[in-house]
């Protein structure tokens, strides 16, 4: 048995950061659940020329989408956010790396969804942080490094 067999995760997330870190939960044992976003799913499936000339999912994806489940949900439709919002109340942790407001506005920000499953763990991950001159900018580590100057 491992570590965190019984914990069920749902990721809700693109591009490295929150992928990476599902893929480790599930290395771990979690049940981890994808939501991706119609019709294309997370924009990593496709990042790569090879894959895509072989009509295959990326290498990127493929590194970080082993020991998950997927589930493609429209947040912007009412039924898509009532199949989350079940999900939500049986899970015990949610990541997610949308930018700042964005889960909000879904009705799925941490004072909501806290409300739903207290014991819920919410861990997010921004690109520029919360606040500040940069949050509300989408990113991804090929733009943190081209801004750092460590690219």
Do not use: W
Not at 24 to 44: N, Q, T
Request: charged share 25%; net charge negative.
């Amino acid at each position: 048995m491992k570590p965190l067999s019984g914990i069920t995760v749902l990721e809700l997330g693109m591009v490295m950061q929150v992928p990476l870190a599902g893929q480790m939960l599930g290395d771990y044992g979690a049940d981890v659940i994808k939501i991706e976003r119609p019709p294309r799913g997370d924009i990593m499936r496709d990042l790569d020329e090879v894959g895509t000339a072989r009509e295959d999912m990326s290498c990127y994806y493929a590194a970080v989408g082993c020991n998950k489940r997927t589930l493609c949900l429209d947040l912007k439709q009412d039924e898509g956010r009532e199949v989350l919002g079940k999900l939500i109340d049986k899970a015990d942790v949610l990541i997610h790396n949308f930018r700042p407001g964005a889960m909000e506005r879904l009705g799925f920000g941490y004072e909501e969804v806290s409300k739903r499953n207290p014991r819920l763990v919410y861990a997010v991950g921004y690109a520029f942080g919360a606040k500040g001159p940069l949050s509300g900018m989408p990113g991804q580590d090929m733009l943190a490094q081209s801004l750092s100057g460590f690219a």
